[in-house]
């Protein structure tokens, strides 16, 4: 008998929406902070890092075989041997240098710049100060060197650098000048605190989530998780919403510390886990905005 695409998908789709809204949230604040080509790295490998683990678990002892690897991450085997045998597979990424100085454009352009002899001053050893176009070495040979991205131009690195007060640009002498060779994704020590802190709180949601969907298969409890909101706020009132609820959760924040400091140990151990509560509130455009 036969089933309509949207009856037989309903699953699939419901799955495919959620995932698509939380990766479009989240690539929406990665943008200019992490290219497009090093996402795409740090996932196939962490892809297929937890891949392996989710069948070790499932065969304690075992060695993962290729081809039931394959069938999990459905990426072909020589692939999956390409994958595993980097340097990067198992090993955290935020320690991995030349994954650092190449996580966006910008960050490649800076990492040459600062290395590279041909851009360097061989009796300093401090970056040089470039013309801005012609022949090696220049910052338009620059550009070519260090990216391998066709289409991007001259002024549109120098924009960016400069707006990151990387460089500086003395356009009496058409010439560049680099001042900090670090390119700094979030603009302030204020900005990344709060991109760490939020990103720990998507991360411990993820794992709430990932609990709860397995507590039923394991005759497990599930944890505490709700959410309260109204599709159909003014946007005239959203100030004193805040304002209301921002005192509200102040105060649940402080008898959730209160609840959670005696079971706090002293010292540290190793049969010790990571356990507590994220409040936050949350404003998002209704689908007739957005559209």
């Not at 960050?107 to 041909?118: A, K």
């Not at 338009?140 to 924009?159: A, C, P, Y």
């Not at 007060?165 to 010439?175: F, G």
């Not at 709430?208 to 497990?220: E, M, R, S």
Request: include cysteine.
């Amino acid at each position: 008998m036969y089933t309509s695409i949207k009856e037989d998908s309903g699953d699939v789709a419901i799955l495919t929406l959620a995932v698509e809204n939380v990766f479009r949230k989240l690539i929406r604040l990665l943008i200019g902070k992490i290219s497009l080509k090093k996402l795409q790295e740090m996932i196939q490998v962490i892809f297929v890092e937890e891949a392996e683990a989710n069948l070790k678990q499932e065969r304690p002892g075992k060695n993962v075989a290729l081809s039931t690897l394959a069938v999990i991450t459905g990426i072909d085997t020589r692939t999956l041997t390409r994958v595993k045998s980097k340097d990067s597979y198992l090993k955290p990424f935020h320690e991995k240098k030349r994954f650092l100085s190449e996580i966006t454009p910008e960050c490649s352009v800076l990492d040459v710049w600062e290395s590279s002899e041909t851009y360097t001053d061989t009796k300093t050893g401090k970056p040089k100060v470039l013309a801005i176009n012609g022949p090696e070495p220049s910052f338009e040979s620059l550009i070519s060197d260090s990216n391998s991205t066709r289409g991007v131009t001259v002024k549109s690195f120098l924009q960016r650098l400069e707006a990151s007060k990387s460089i500086v640009v003395d356009k009496a002498s058409n010439s560049v000048q680099m001042i900090d060779k670090r390119y700094t994704p979030f603009g302030s020590e204020a900005q990344t605190e709060n991109a760490r802190i939020g990103m720990a709180a998507v991360g411990n949601l993820v794992d709430t989530i990932g609990h709860n969907l397995a507590a039923p298969t394991k005759n497990g409890e599930s944890f505490y998780q709700r959410g309260c909101w109204t599709n159909r706020l003014d946007i005239n009132d959203r100030e004193k919403l805040r304002e209301l609820v921002k005192s509200f959760l102040s105060g649940i924040d402080e008898k959730a510390r209160k609840i959670i400091k005696p079971f706090e140990q002293d010292a540290v151990s190793h049969d010790q886990v990571t356990a507590g509560v994220s409040l936050f509130y949350f404003e998002e455009k209704s689908q007739n905005q957005a559209n």
